[in-house]
Each structure stands twice: as structure tokens, then as C-alpha cells.
């Protein structure tokens, strides 16, 4: 069975503050090279209608406060996690590390045993 997939949102939004260029660039990529369907909220922009996939949302968030919000129209769990600084490698293994807490640890295929 497939693990559930999670949707990245990058909040550049209210009561947080833009990712700087090259490391939104870098992150973006690399978060899409994995295979994470990724959207990026702004001052001025909505995000698109949630489905039932996990969410997890990364931002730059004011005084290091966590922002909290309700996310209508999905079931699915939703966790904050402020970027505070860190680098690429950091923030995809948050993203996996949240992703192996929605959906259990990676099962390994069955190997036939025979005494």
C-alpha cells in the first residue's frame, strides 16, 4: 500500500515573512523532485480548496510564533513547522519525518523464509 501523500504549503502570508530567493528556489525544487505536490501562499493569494492529504506548513513565522489556522474542508491532519533558519536538507526530512507520522513507518517487502 502506498503512503498517503502530503501537500507542502509554503506560507509567505500573513504574520509570516517572505523565504529569501534562492533558498524558496532550492527548497521548491527539491521538494518537487520528491515527489511532494507543493503550493505557496502569499500576502495576497489564497490556497487552493484542501483535499483529504495531510498538510504541512512551513513558513518564516513572526517572532517565532507558530501560526495556527483553521483549514476548511479537509479531515486530514495539519502541522506548522517554522523554518527559523533552516537549510534545504533540514526542512525535506521534516516533510518525510511528518509524512512517516500520518502513515507509519516504510513496510519492507516480505522475504519468504525456509527453515
Known amino acids: 500500500m502506498d503512503k498517503p501523500s502530503v501537500r507542502v504549503v509554503l506560507y509567505e502570508g500573513a504574520g509570516g515573512r517572505p523565504l529569501e530567493g534562492e533558498h524558496r ?24 480548496s484542501a483535499d483529504d492529504s495531510p ?20 479531515k486530514a491532519r495539519v502541522a506548522f513547522h517554522d523554518v527559523n ?7 525535506v526530512h521534516r516533510v518525510g519525518k ?5 502513515s507509519g513507518p516504510e513496510s519492507k517487502p516480505w522475504l519468504p523464509w525456509f527453515p
Open 25 to 48: 528556489r532550492e527548497l521548491l525544487s527539491t521538494l518537487l523532485q520528491a515527489g511532494y505536490p507543493v503550493s505557496r501562499v502569499t500576502a495576497d493569494g489564497e490556497l487552493a
Open 55 to 74: 498538510l504541512i506548513v512551513l513558513g518564516d513565522f513572526d517572532d517565532g510564533k507558530v501560526a495556527s489556522a483553521e483549514i476548511e474542508g479537509t
Open 85 to 91: 533558519g533552516d537549510d534545504v536538507e533540514t526542512l
Open 98 to 102: 511528518f509524512r512517516e507520522e500520518v
